[in-house]
């Protein structure tokens, strides 16, 4: 059978523009949350608990997965572990360089 060539319903939402085009770089950093809910709820603990370390983060991946259980086998405690993705912005050469000028001269 022939697909159809109509994307309407399979089209993608645009993505907005970054707010500056300033460079950056992508950082990762580890954490692991727990939950007594679920593993998505241990997922979003570990986000939030990396808040200081990654401010807006890009991206998740789940590494790692495992419970703690009770003396009946039943889950107690899920626990997550991931690595978050920010981006940072970096600093221009001529700034920097300019930065170390000043400090060399005081």
Do not use: N
């Not at 089209?11 to 950056?24: G, I, L, M, N, V």
């Not at 998740?60 to 572990?81: F, N, Q």
């Amino acid at each position: 059978m022939p697909r159809s060539r109509s994307t309407g319903s399979r089209a993608t939402p645009r993505r907005p523009k970054p707010a500056s085009t300033a460079p950056s770089a992508v950082r990762i950093v580890d954490a692991v949350g727990s939950s007594t809910r679920s593993w998505d709820a241990a997922v979003t603990d570990a986000v939030r608990g990396a808040k200081d370390d990654a401010p807006e983060p890009i991206a998740v991946e789940v590494g790692r997965l495992w419970a703690d259980l009770d003396g009946k086998s039943a889950i107690r405690r899920y626990r997550a572990s991931v690595k978050i993705a920010y981006r940072q912005p970096l600093m221009p050469p001529a700034v920097a360089r300019g930065a170390r000028t000043r400090a060399r001269g005081s």
